[in-house]
């Protein structure tokens, strides 16, 4: 399966509170758990827990221009934001150190967490200790981070399936799944790995289950989830995910779009499958019983 996965805009804000955390207000909705892996990158960049982060996500009206939000750029684009508002943010505080110590600001270095300066050794701030003192050097210290991105790069996935299928009654169980996909860089694993088995989740429902009924009038007959039939956890197997690490270069931190990759292998794995079991292809899409046994001339339209 292969996703292409896009990149184009987003900002980030960032603004230093006195007691050392820091408020991130972004635009792009949480997905996934995208508001825990923006903050998790610019807290890398800020040397700070990513418990000292307190995001505000989907505030479109004070952050600049985020483009959709989607499971192939959040993570990435959003991030690279976070990541260049946050080395924004540092410039802006070694000014402050500047004015404290009153030295070249050219003289001061970060690392880790620390400002400090390169000529003496004695003279260092943690960042929770400078944040104490921003009232006394002009106040809030703030600043912020946009991109404009090209693409992410494709990611690609593959998927393997068992199945149990009833050739009488065009019944399909299925019974393992196992989801293998290029994911960059790993933010949060347990993140990754639940949009991956989301995704399988809803590829599942397009190949086995999941269809529009519709009326003589174009409306829709089953508009209700008794009628709409989504796959459930009693009919999923436990589904295995293996992360494949190969950082993207085009990104601070190698990250990937990984929640939009998922979707796509399941009905080719599943149709696949169905033809092992049954020696026929399939060629349309639930690959409902009523259909199975279509296909195997047991019945007919």
Not at 119 to 127: A, C, R, S, Y
């Amino acid at each position: 399966g292969y996703w292409f996965n896009v990149g184009l805009k987003s900002t980030v804000n960032l603004t230093v509170n006195t007691d050392g955390t820091v408020a991130l207000v972004e635009g792009s909705t949480d997905i996934g758990g995208t508001r825990t892996s923006i903050s998790m990158q610019a807290a890398e960049i800020l040397g700070i827990p990513v418990t000292d982060l307190r995001p505000s996500v989907g505030d479109t009206e004070t952050a600049g221009y985020a483009d959709v939000t989607g499971g192939s750029r959040t993570t990435y684009a959003t991030g690279f934001a976070a990541v260049k508002a946050a080395e924004n943010l540092i410039e802006v505080l070694k000014d402050r150190c500047s004015v404290i110590w009153s030295i070249d600001k050219n003289d001061i270095d970060f690392d880790n967490g620390t400002f400090f300066a390169t000529k003496d050794p004695e003279l260092k701030f943690t960042f929770k200790e400078l944040a104490a003192n921003l009232d006394s050097t002009g106040g809030p210290a703030a600043a912020s981070g946009s991109v404009d991105l090209e693409s992410a790069g494709g990611a690609f996935g593959t998927h393997i399936v068992d199945l149990d299928v009833d050739p009488d009654t065009g019944k399909t169980d299925v019974v393992r799944y196992t989801a293998v996909q290029d994911v960059g860089t790993t933010i949060y694993p347990a993140y990754c790995i639940g949009n991956i088995q989301g995704g399988v989740v809803q590829g599942i429902g397009w190949g086995l289950n999941e269809e529009y009924f519709m009326t003589k009038d174009g409306a829709q007959a089953n508009t209700s989830y008794l009628d709409y039939r989504m796959p459930t956890a009693l009919d999923l197997p436990n589904i295995d995910v293996v992360l494949v690490e190969k950082p993207n270069p085009g990104h601070p931190f190698g990250v990937r779009g990984v929640g939009e990759v998922p979707i796509c292998p399941p009905i080719a794995a599943i149709g696949d499958a169905l033809h092992n079991a049954l020696g026929k292809r399939f060629y349309d899409a639930p690959m409902k019983p009523g259909r199975i046994l279509n296909v195997l001339g047991k019945i007919t339209d």
